[in-house]
């Protein structure tokens, strides 16, 4: 079975800034299959990213996937306040562990 | 708009079966344009896929958790169902239904219900 490692569990940066979120994979995977949710507590994941790198209707272009082969990753260009919660990726039957972007 | 609503009940006593369905609206259930899934996430953990059916009948469990999970689908109704049997404490989780993009298989649930706790106690 597929593991996916999502890097760092926590991330501390301020408003404006860039994060750069990472998800490992432990073996190869498709990237028409690699997919980016964002989390806000009390609610239920909302997709942003599919195929590894396509937003999602509505979903705003500071956010940007890519990757290929074992690594992926999920870039928010400038953190805005509503940013500051949790991201998981997902391979088929697989979620990694989460990344928790947090105010510095 | 595809909307999804989970219903079913919020306390299930240890070892018995835990039933949860999700209405789905906007859509029909039987169109084969979604993999319909269910997915839960224990009280501040992360999230675990439970499995997916698609309109044929044809499903795809967790591993993990395949010998305890059951989803069909009632297009009469529109709904499709999650049963997962022997439950205990560690089944304690909100339930999410999803629906993932028929040509992403089931890695790509772009249409989320609220989520419903089930607790097993």
């Known amino acids: 079975d597929i593991v996916l490692t999502q890097s760092p569990v926590t991330l501390s940066l301020s408003p404006g800034e860039r994060a750069t979120l990472s998800c490992r994979a432990s073996?190869?995977?498709?990237?028409?299959?690699l997919t980016w949710y964002q989390q806000k507590p009390g609610q239920a994941p909302r997709l942003l990213i599919y195929a590894a790198s396509t937003r999602a209707t509505g979903i705003p272009d500071r956010f940007s996937g890519s990757g290929s082969g074992t690594d992926f990753t999920l870039t928010i260009s400038r953190l805005e306040p509503e940013d500051f919660v949790v991201y998981y990726c997902?391979?088929?039957?697989?979620f990694g562990g989460g990344t928790k972007v947090e105010i510095k | 708009q595809l909307q999804l609503q989970e219903s079913g009940p919020g306390l299930v006593k240890p070892s018995e079966t835990l039933s949860l369905t999700c209405t789905v609206s906007?859509?029909?259930?039987?169109?084969?344009?979604?993999?319909w899934g269910w997915i839960r996430q224990p009280p501040g953990k992360g999230l675990e896929w439970i499995g997916s059916i698609l309109y044929s009948g044809s499903t795809h469990y967790n591993p993990s958790l395949k010998s305890r999970v059951n989803i069909s689908v009632d297009p009469s109704k529109n709904q499709y169902s999650l049963n997962l049997s022997s439950v205990t404490a560690a089944d304690s989780a909100v339930y999410y239904c999803?629906?993932?993009?028929?040509?992403?298989?089931?890695?790509?649930?772009?249409?989320w219900g609220q989520g419903t706790l089930a607790t097993v106690s």
């Open positions: 906007g859509g029909s259930i039987i169109s084969g344009s979604y993999y």
């Open positions: 073996q190869t995977v498709s990237t028409n299959y």
């Open positions: 999803a629906a993932s993009g028929f040509n992403y298989g089931i890695s790509a649930y772009f249409y």
């Open positions: 997902q391979q088929s039957g697989t």
